[in-house]
């Protein structure tokens, strides 16, 4: 079984930052790709951020030179630097994970329990 767990969300004022981590942990042979993913309230979840294990990015046009995804393959860590951050900002921010649990299986997706953001105006 793998887990995700995040950290780092809370109240900041408009312009503020924030910085998200997920750690994924369990039975983990590899890791693909880890993303981040929000939803606000009455609204769909999203893609904020992607990226794979060999560094390559992919950010929401939302975030676009705001946002910066990272991520330490040595941990199965995962960040999401948020700054210049607004109200439109404010969601449950969740972490994903394609995880391989051994050579054999296939890759699944993990989700972690959610974080709350919230940027005040």
């Known amino acids: 079984q793998v887990q995700l767990v995040e950290s780092g969300g809370g109240l900041v004022q408009a312009g503020g930052s924030l910085r998200l981590s997920c750690a994924a942990s369990?039975?983990?042979?590899?890791?693909?790709?880890m993303g981040w993913y929000r939803q606000a309230p009455g609204k769909q979840r999203e893609l904020v951020a992607t990226i794979t294990s060999g560094g390559s990015t992919n950010y929401a046009d939302s975030v676009k030179g705001r946002f910066t995804i990272s991520r330490d393959n040595a941990t199965n860590t995962v960040y999401l630097q948020m700054n210049s951050l607004k109200p439109e900002d404010t969601a449950v921010y969740y972490c994903?994970?394609?995880?391989?649990?051994?050579?054999?299986?296939?890759?699944?997706?993990?989700w972690g329990q959610g974080t709350q953001v919230t940027v005040s105006s």
């Open positions: 369990g039975t983990i042979f590899s890791i693909n790709v």
């Open positions: 994903n994970a394609e995880v391989q649990a051994r050579s054999w299986t296939p890759r699944y997706n993990y």
